[in-house]
């Protein structure tokens, strides 16, 4: 009896290999949290986020420069003292509301769009995202009664990118990363004791980056699925949606109707208008249930036409923007690097061409380098 009770209060063992299942259970543990602190992710699908945000945000301050004294200036008819009466009461602020002087708030401007196009390109992006964050931020607050849901997830996204690693791929800072990997410039760490403090520090900024970074785009990916998730459960309360009419008196609203002519002959179509509303609360609704597979694919493609029929159909080309580039969040690495393999084939091509008069060198002397990623 004391034999049996040894042999069952022993774990199971693995016969392949040996390990017992909390071994197994541990050592899963211990790679995810390696990964999570090691190691960021997304880093193109950051990129991508980047450089979308920072363009939506330029195109719309310059979109509006002739509106913009009458949107956030002193001009305006929401007052910059009403505006910091609200920001008592809500919380907020913003730069805009530190002077009422129409020079300052032109500086201002003018910040706003270099600060959105620097982010976009990538130019010292640690430093500019916070920037890019702070001026998103000072622009919503200062008319925050204007805003929609596309200013909303533009403010929200600007905070998250602030923490990620987004200027690593497509970016200025890449391109100068690679140039002086390509010179063979290296800094001489210098030795004993203060070599290897500066190691250390070295590894817990790794660290550190890498954790901000992975839980930046958690986040991210977990704010997407939350605004899917309760748009498609409050349409499902709705009578409308359940009967398939809803986008039919959407399209008769004369505030959502740039093109009265297209909307009247979308709305011809009864059978069409009643499959995209069940289509539409569909796949809001299981969204978040479809990232984990194979299906999410055809799934963001029909969210990618929705918000297209969005844009072009109730004349809100920023919020479809908007939520077109939260949904590149959701796609691997792999597939932005196949977009940019093109590209470096005909550029090796171009290469190949100019340099065809040259001897050859054997190829068993001269290997090929690879490339570098990014």
Known sequence: MATERLCAS????????????????????????????ERPVSLYAAAVLRIGYGLVHLVFLLREFPHRDEIWGPGSPWTPDLARQLFDQTGWDSILTLSDNRAYFEACYALAVVTSALFALGWRTRAVSVAFAVVVASFHSRAILMSDGGDNLILLMSLYLALTACGRRWSLDARRVRRRAGAGIAVRAPGGAQGELRSHLRASRRTLTAVLHNCGMFVIAAQVCFLYGSAGLYKVQGGSWGSGTALHYVLHLDLFRPWPGLSGMADEHDVLIAIACYL??????????????????????????????????????????AMIIADAVFLPDRFYRALGRPRRRAARGAASGTTSEAPRAPRALVPTQSEPSG
């Not at 479809?290 to 080309?317: E, Q």
Request: glycine share 14%; hydrophobic share 50%; no cysteine.
């Open 10 to 37: 022993r774990p199971h063992t693995d016969e392949r290999t040996g390990a017992g299942v909390p071994g197994r259970a541990a050592g899963r543990l211990r790679a995810v949290l390696d990964g999570l602190t």
């Open 280 to 321: 539409t609360v569909l796949l809001q609704v299981a969204f978040p249930f479809v990232l984990f597979g194979r299906l999410k694919y055809p799934v963001l493609t029909a969210l990618l036409g929705m918000h297209v029929g969005i844009a072009v159909l109730m004349g809100l080309p920023l919020f479809s923007g």
